[in-house]
């Protein structure tokens, strides 16, 4: 069974920079996308970032392009999303997915065409 175990939220203020992790077990996750999607209260789940495991490629909703770098490490089987120059409009709860699979680019952005999540964790921006 797959598990996904995120960590690295917290409080910080605007302008600084958080980095979030997910360790994945149960499978080996070459063949496998790796998402990032965010929730704030009363809002939708919402995309941020994602990768394809084998590969690396890399993609990003438009409003973190130049601030959020998705990463793996094959080693540790773990995907990072460094945050830089946080806003307060980027609080949320953040949560790491899988997609037994390589999604398309355009299939990646929904949450729906994810089998696996994470707990989440939290992410507080003050301003």
């Known amino acids: 069974q797959v598990q996904l175990v995120e960590s690295g939220g917290g409080l910080v203020q605007a302008g600084g920079s958080l980095r979030l992790s997910c360790v994945a077990s149960g499978r080996t996750f070459i063949s496998y996308t790796m998402g990032w999607f965010r929730q704030a209260p009363g809002k939708e789940r919402e995309f941020v970032a994602a990768i394809i495991w084998s590969g690396g490629s890399t993609f990003y909703a438009d409003s973190m392009k130049g601030r959020f770098t998705i990463s793996r490490d094959n080693a540790k089987n773990t995907v990072y999303l460094q945050m830089n120059s946080l806003k307060p409009e980027d609080t949320a709860v953040y949560y790491c997915?899988?997609?037994?699979?390589?999604?398309?680019?355009?299939?990646?952005?929904?949450?729906?065409?994810?089998?696996?999540w994470g707990q989440g964790t939290q992410v507080t921006v003050s301003s």
């Open positions: 997915a899988a997609a037994a699979r390589i999604l398309l680019a355009t299939l990646l952005t929904k949450p729906e065409r994810y089998d696996y």
